[in-house]
């Protein structure tokens, strides 16, 4: 990233700019602008097991949510099913869907293919219920013709396999280093290496572990949050005048569980829109000027962590606040481990407070932390919060204390804002969809119902 940005500027209700700096100098530059587009990406690095990369510190969500605009859905985090799981240096690395997709089989340590027993009600009869019919799937979609059989239960939605490894785990049925068993090599070497070269050098370089020869292990990994930036889906405005979000950094689209392969949709879709409109925004307005002592106070506490007379080394915060949403945010959620959290963020936020980066402002990557601690806090609040209040399990979010959805907190967001320096939530009743939207739905849902009905009558 050339510029980090830590701040954004406002004229009234309006953002007019932003302050940033350089992470190699650490030289200060302020920004004016008719119109800013947040497109920071998302927040996973606040989890320790992650596939996100050091940049995922949730910037773009600590930024707008400092400028008064609000959060929604930050409850609901995906942790993808498979990453890596040994050796340490690489865990929650991503294993690609693509794995599964061509055949990969999950099994325990007692060589069990544990996802044929959790099938959710609301997918049953869905996917396949015997290897049998897996492997048939399989054969007919790699060699490239229409399946006439169901798809195998590894292929199940991702917050499913990823419950599915999580609680094999828990009932000690775990691969060594504490996930599953992902098999790919019965495809033989040829096929893997014509069709997943990367995840093969990957496993070589990474693990030492060749996967046409042997399986891989994999655990859940954070990777995506579902929550952000609420945004006017028109335009990819916030609540606050000028400031637009697209991307992860933005909300709405994925609802409470995103499928695979839809962000970069989203990204191209709801990218141009922001654009398109944070460009008309800014026809008519007249550069904005740059307040110097809203500039003086961002470089002042950006400085803040240089200038203290010692403190923790921010690396250890770093550590172990991830390493506490990793535990008491993770997967599986309870009142008891999130009021926990609630509070062990709040020392958290004390301890950032006070940490020492040493003095420098060039080629500091402690400094860098420290000031990445504070957006880290204060997004892993936010998500902590929804979390906590949004008493029901949904998607990305699994509530141990309330399994199940409930239909009247399907019809309710979460929303997050900022007042006089608190993170505060309150509900709001989810806007309906625009007929037309809907009316789309229900056609492509008939349409898939009746192909299924045709392939079931067809009977090969
Ligand atoms: C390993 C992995 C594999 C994935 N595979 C797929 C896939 O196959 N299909 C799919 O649909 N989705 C996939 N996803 C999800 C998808 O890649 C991301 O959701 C998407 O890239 C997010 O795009 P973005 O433009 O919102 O943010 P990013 O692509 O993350 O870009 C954010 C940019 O903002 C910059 N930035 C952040 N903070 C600041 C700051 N303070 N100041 C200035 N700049 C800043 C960063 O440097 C970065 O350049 C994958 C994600 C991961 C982690």
Redo the contacts with the bound molecule.
């Keep these: ?6 701040h954004l500027l406002k004229e009234g209700d309006r953002v007019t700019g ?1 302050v ?1 700096y350089t992470r190699v100098d650490g030289d200060f530059h302020a920004f004016s602008a008719k119109s800013v587009i947040l ?4 927040i ?1 690095r606040c989890w320790s097991v ?4 050091w ?3 949730g ?2 969500h600590a ?1 707008a949510l400092w400028a008064g605009a609000e959060l929604r859905d930050m409850e609901f985090v995906q942790f ?1 099913p498979t990453g890596m799981v040994w050796p340490p240096s690489v865990r929650g ?2 294993v ?2 693509g794995v599964r997709g061509e055949g990969g089989r999950l099994t325990n340590s007692e060589g069990d293919r544990f996802m044929f027993n959790y099938v959710p009600e609301m997918f049953a009869g869905d996917h396949a219920e015997t290897i049998e019919e897996s492997d048939q799937w399989v054969e007919e979609v790699v060699s490239g013709k229409l399946a006439t059989v169901r798809r195998p239960p590894e292929l199940l939605t991702r917050d499913v396999v990823a419950k599915a490894i999580n609680s094999e785990v828990k009932a000690g049925r775990g691969s060594p280093h504490g996930g599953a068993f992902l098999d790919i090599s019965h495809r033989g070497e040829e096929a893997i290496l014509k069709k997943l070269p990367s995840m093969h050098h990957q496993f070589k370089e990474l693990a030492g572990v060749d996967i046409s020869k042997e399986p891989m292990e994999v655990g859940p990994t954070a ?2 949050v579902m929550g952000g930036v609420r945004v006017n889906a028109e335009t990819q405005e916030s609540n606050v005048p000028g400031l637009f979000a ?5 909300s709405g689209l994925h609802g409470a569980n ?1 499928l ?8 191209i879709t709801f ?1 141009k829109r922001a654009g398109e409109h944070a460009a008309k925004r800014a026809e008519d307005l007249a550069q904005p000027g740059i307040e110097d002592t809203q500039v003086q106070s961002a470089i002042e506490i950006m400085l803040a962590p240089l200038n203290r007379e010692g403190g923790e080394n921010p690396g250890l915060i770093y550590d172990e606040m991830r390493d506490m949403m990793q535990a008491k945010v993770g997967i599986i959620r309870t009142k008891e481990e999130m009021t926990e959290a609630m509070a062990d963020l709040l020392a958290f936020n004390k301890r950032q407070e006070a940490c020492f980066p040493g003095s420098s402002r060039k080629y500091n990557s402690g400094w860098h932390q420290a000031l990445d601690l504070k ?1 880290m806090v204060d997004v892993s609040t936010a998500a902590t919060l929804a979390a906590l209040t949004r008493e029901e399990s949904r998607g990305g979010h699994t509530r141990d204390d309330f399994p199940g959805e409930i239909e009247a907190w399907g019809k309710i967001l979460n929303i997050i804002y900022m007042e006089d320096g608190e993170i505060k939530i309150r509900q709001e009743d989810v806007e309906p969809m625009r007929e037309d939207l809907s009316e789309a739905i229900t056609e492509v849902k008939t349409m898939i119902a009746e192909r299924a009905a045709e392939q079931a009558g067809g009977g090969n």
Aim: charged content about 15%.
């Design positions: 990233m050339e510029y980090t940005v830590r932003c940033a497109a920071t990406g998302g996973t992650c596939s996100g990369s940049e995922y510190t910037d773009g930024l993808h690395i991503l690609t869907e990777h995506y697209c991307g992860e950094v933005a995103r695979g392969g839809n962000s970069l949709s989203d990204l990218g957006n």
